[in-house]
């Protein structure tokens, strides 16, 4: 429930929707994230986040002897049933936005790569990790615009997500919360002042998508 209650509203809508035999790999997957996320927005200095972000790395990476007890985060992903490198990417993607500002294009470029890989470890075959790693993309450049500050900066992501291919693609119900938050972010994304968050509008969109897929 800790983990849960850390997750940003839409990811929680979104994970309402996952069956239960998938749910705790995507809580685990989407909690990962927003420790990573909070350690790089709270960090003043460049080298404090990386120090941070390296322990996770080392974490994540060790065996599940060697993994530090107690950390309930670390539990949730005890069992993760994909690949460890698609977490310990996470963790790289993340360390490329602890730069100076402005952040060049390819910082979001590779931080939405990581996230995207990180949805694709769950899928089944290669089509369906092709399709996760596109839809996990294209959400993830959609939040980095919104939650930028940096005027440039946001600009640049924005323009960004807005050159990908944002055309729907089926997902197995196991990936449902993804199909949820890429839906999400195009309905958001060609707004002039985009901003992922729970509005009625996005609760009726986010049932519509829970339910039928799309």
Known sequence: ??????????????????????????????????????????????????????????ALAGTSALRPSGEPLLAALAHWPGTRDALTGLVEGWEAMTGAAPLPTSAFAALAEARGRGFAALAGDTDIRERALRLGRNWSL????TRL??????????E???????????????????????GLAA?????????????PGAVLAAMRIGLLGR
């Open 1 to 58: 429930m800790e983990l849960l209650d850390a997750l940003p509203p839409l990811q929680r809508l979104a994970l309402s929707y996952a069956p239960r035999v998938s749910r705790v790999a995507l809580l685990g997957l989407l909690a990962l994230d927003t420790r990573l996320a909070g350690i790089v927005r709270a960090a003043h200095e460049p080298i404090l986040a990386q120090l941070r972000l390296a322990w996770w790395r080392e």
């Open 142 to 145: 959609a939040d980095i615009a």
């Open 160 to 182: 960004l997500a807005r050159a990908q291919d944002w055309q729907h693609v089926a997902l197995p119900r196991g990936l449902r919360p993804l199909a949820v938050l890429h």
């Open 187 to 199: 309905r958001e994304i060609w707004q002039d002042a985009p901003a992922l968050t729970v509005t």
């Open 149 to 158: 500050t940096h005027p440039a900066e946001r600009q640049s992501a924005l």
